[in-house]
T-cell receptor, first 113, second 109 residues
């Protein structure tokens, strides 16, 4: 059974204080690892897809990295608008259960000015 | 989110009542999903569809039914609502990545 564990559950940062979120996973053959951002009262919004160990992707102050067992989402010099819940999800190899995503519980990030 | 529309956005049901949640997409995706999101539980897959006329059970299907009569629509039904079905429901479609609707907040009293 695919499993995703995110840590910490919550993170309070001062504006400009860089930090990292962790996503540990077990999956029967990784097709892709996804990061989403979710604002209160809204649906998850796609950020990144990572496909193989060693891959990195960046978007503004966010950088996602992937190893064979975990992924990190690094937030560099965060701003208050980066406050959100960040979700990690894995997708098993093509054809498994309709290419469904298995999600972790999320990390709630609060950035104070 | 543009492309995936859920209706209604909010609903309060009494125990035993029935309702249908509608998801409509204009992205021409084959794959569609219904998730529920509960505090401390993350997003859990209820049912999914890999194309028009097909449906399959996900992780937590009990108490729900679905239909995909048209490619662009995926319906989630609750035949006899229970308080345990109080949750936020999200529909998603998937091409290379998943796109989510804005959610339906359902309260069963």
């Amino acid at each position: 059974e695919d499993q995703v564990t995110q840590s910490p559950e919550a993170l309070r940062l001062q504006e400009g204080e860089s930090s990292s979120l962790n996503c540990s996973y077990t999956v029967s053959g990784l097709r892709g690892l996804f990061w989403y951002r979710q604002d209160p009262g809204k649906g998850p919004e796609f950020l990144f897809t990572l496909y193989s160990a060693g891959e990195e992707k960046e978007k503004e102050r966010l950088k996602a990295t992937l190893t064979k067992k975990e992924s990190f989402l690094h937030i560099t010099a965060p701003k208050p608008e980066d406050s959100a819940t960040y979700l990690c999800a894995v997708q098993a190899r093509k054809g498994a259960a309709g290419n469904k995503l298995t999600f972790g519980g999320g990390t709630r990030v609060l950035v104070k000015p | 989110n543009a492309g995936v529309t859920q209706t209604p956005k909010f609903r309060v049901l009494k125990t035993g009542q029935s309702m249908t949640l509608l998801c409509a997409q204009d992205m021409n995706h084959e794959y569609m999903y219904w998730y529920r999101q509960d505090p401390g539980m993350g997003l859990r897959l209820i049912h999914y569809s890999v194309g028009e006329g097909t449906t399959a059970k996900g992780e937590v299907p009990d108490g729900y039914n679905v239909s995909r009569l048209k490619k662009q629509n995926f319906l989630l039904g609750l035949e006899s609502a229970a308080p345990s079905q109080t949750s936020v429901y999200f529909c998603a479609t998937q091409g290379t990545e998943a796109f989510f609707g804005q959610g339906t907040r359902l309260t069963v009293v």
